[in-house]
């Protein structure tokens, strides 16, 4: 009698183990959802260094004077002074054999700001006011949209809607309908900002010209955005 009981305890036990463990949701369909959209930047960050050089008749212009013509070309465009930030303070003593050649060792020093800039069309005014001989570089360093955030909730929503319409007919091609989502996975974001270096003089007019040689303007390089989300249905 002991025996039979301790077995069927041993078999009830079993039962509540196997309820337990048991899925809700037997029947499920698990799809990917993608969107994606290309948007123009509203947020271009440019580097640009400057050096102190030596100009002929008139020995070396420093750095403060080259500061002053660059900030007085800054103001003119009629920016504020909260787009533009000092990045880097840098002195050197120049090439060895230079040195070696003028038998001496004076101190040279650059400055680099970073300056925000909606468009390329004041990039471009920036361009044509800058001294080519203390311009050491001029370079975007990345590109944004002041409503990034906005665009990813945006296509967050869209990849899981579109997910679930793979989803419904998926499942009508047997016969079957979804039910409630059991889970959704947080989208893998791709996001591909444009980055590019370009160097100093002439080259700056080429890097922020906007207008192609008929004169009609050509947007800046485009952001991608691309979401891609995992979402698990119940089969009804």
Not at 14 to 29: C, E, L, V, W
Not at 125 to 139: G, H, I, P
Not at 213 to 227: E, P, Q, S, T
Request: contains cysteine; glycine residues 4%; charged residues 30%.
């Amino acid at each position: 009698m002991k025996r039979i009981t301790a077995l069927l305890l041993a078999c009830f036990s079993i039962g509540i183990i196997h309820a337990q463990n048991a899925t809700p949701f037997p029947r499920t369909i698990q799809v990917n959802g993608s969107a994606e959209m290309e948007i123009v930047p509203d947020e271009i960050y440019v580097e640009v260094t400057l050096k102190e050089y030596d100009k002929k008749g008139s020995g070396k212009i420093d750095i403060d004077k080259i500061k002053s013509g660059f900030l007085s070309a800054y103001k003119s465009l009629g920016m504020p002074d909260s787009l533009i930030s000092v990045m880097n303070y840098d002195g050197y003593n120049g090439d060895i054999w230079y040195r070696k050649k003028k038998k001496k060792e004076e101190l040279y020093n650059s400055i680099s700001y970073q300056i925000k800039f909606a468009n390329t069309i004041k990039m471009d005014e920036l361009v044509n006011k800058l001294d080519d001989e203390a311009t050491q570089a001029f370079r975007i360093i990345r590109t944004s949209h002041s409503k990034l955030e906005e665009f990813r909730k945006q296509l967050k929503i869209q990849a899981i809607r579109a997910a679930k319409e793979k989803a419904d007919y998926l499942a009508a091609s047997i016969d079957e309908k979804i039910g409630q989502a059991v889970s959704i996975e947080e989208p893998n974001e791709f996001y591909y900002p444009f980055q590019n270096n370009f160097a100093s003089n002439k080259m700056v007019e080429m890097a922020a010209r906007n207008t192609s040689d008929d004169g009609a303007v050509v947007d800046f390089k485009k952001l991608k955005l691309r979401y891609e989300v995992k979402v698990v249905f119940a089969l009804k």
